[in-house]
């Protein structure tokens, strides 16, 4: 089980983006957590990967446990090595290596190659698009393809708990579709997950349970079925006007990344 106990965390003196918040992720489980732009989904993710520093963020109060364990006092590596691996948003694939360069570079904590194997073997099983294009460069494949490449990716140190910061984000419907069973299919094999989406619906479809986050609070929370259908959720995030919002922010995401040169989508 990974808990976060009364986090609170922000960047430098101005921004304090968390304030307070207490989430439970119990084994085997996918917890969405919802909220809008701003809502400090992505800070949370970051203080349970320990990767906040990277960003010039810390965490001033509570902390993040996983069976028991401190994590949030140790570096990235080892919360890695602890089994909790964030897939960061936006597909940050390595551009110019190629599809195998990049998993192997997701094992790069594991020190038995056996192991890698197994690895290797589970995530080209998963991802039969990614299995067939091995020896080409990850920046010439879809969207969707290096969003399956980073996830795969995470997945290289067989973790126990994967956080996955908006992966439907700016990826055409039946893709997002397709993400979902991914996510589905990943926590069949025994693998926790907690899912950043702005996509309440997707979220909601393939989450045991899923939580609010709102101005850095949790506004709610709860099972994943009964919180679609609750009249705080539709307020709060599944409103008209939000969603047609998210839309339309979507809609323009879409065109952006279709209209950009292949090498600006290149990260790493
Ligand atoms: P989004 O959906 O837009 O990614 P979010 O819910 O993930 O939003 P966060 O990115 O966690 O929200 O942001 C929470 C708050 O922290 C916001 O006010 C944001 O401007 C601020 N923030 C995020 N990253 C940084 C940073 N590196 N430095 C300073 N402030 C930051």
């Given at each position: ?107 790069a904590t594991v ?67 397709q993400i979902g ?88």
């Open positions: 089980m990974l808990s976060v106990t009364d986090l609170a965390a922000g960047y430098g003196k101005a921004v304090q983006a968390l304030h307070g918040v207490t989430l439970e992720v119990p084994d085997q489980h996918v917890v969405a957590v919802l909220g809008s732009n701003g809502a400090g989904k992505s800070t949370l993710l970051r203080a349970i990967s320990a990767t906040l520093g990277l960003h010039r963020g810390s965490v001033t109060r509570g902390e993040v446990t996983l069976d028991g364990r401190r994590i949030d006092t140790l570096d990235p590596a080892e919360v890695v090595h602890a089994g909790v691996v964030q897939v960061p948003e936006g597909r940050q694939v390595f551009g110019r290596m190629t599809v195998e360069e990049n998993l192997r570079a997701g094992a020190k038995s190659s056996a192991a890698v194997s197994q690895a290797r073997d589970r995530v080209l099983e998963l991802f039969p698009p990614i299995a067939e294009r091995l020896g080409q460069r990850a920046g010439l494949l879809s969207g969707g393809e290096q969003q399956m490449l980073a996830i795969g990716r995470a997945l290289m140190s067989t973790p126990k708990v994967l956080l996955l910061d908006e992966p439907s984000l700016g990826l055409a419907p039946k893709i997002i579709t069973e991914i996510v589905t299919e990943i926590n069949r094999r025994g693998i926790s997950v907690v899912l950043i989406e702005q996509n309440a619906t997707m979220a909601l479809s393939v989450a045991h349970s899923a939580y609010v986050l709102e101005v850095g609070r949790v506004a709610a929370s709860g099972p994943a079925a009964e919180l679609s259908n609750t009249e705080d959720l539709a307020r709060l995030y599944l409103g008209g006007h939000a969603e047609s919002e998210r839309q339309a922010h979507e809609e323009e995401d879409l065109a952006a990344a279709a209209s950009r040169p292949t090498l600006t989508r290149w990260a790493g």
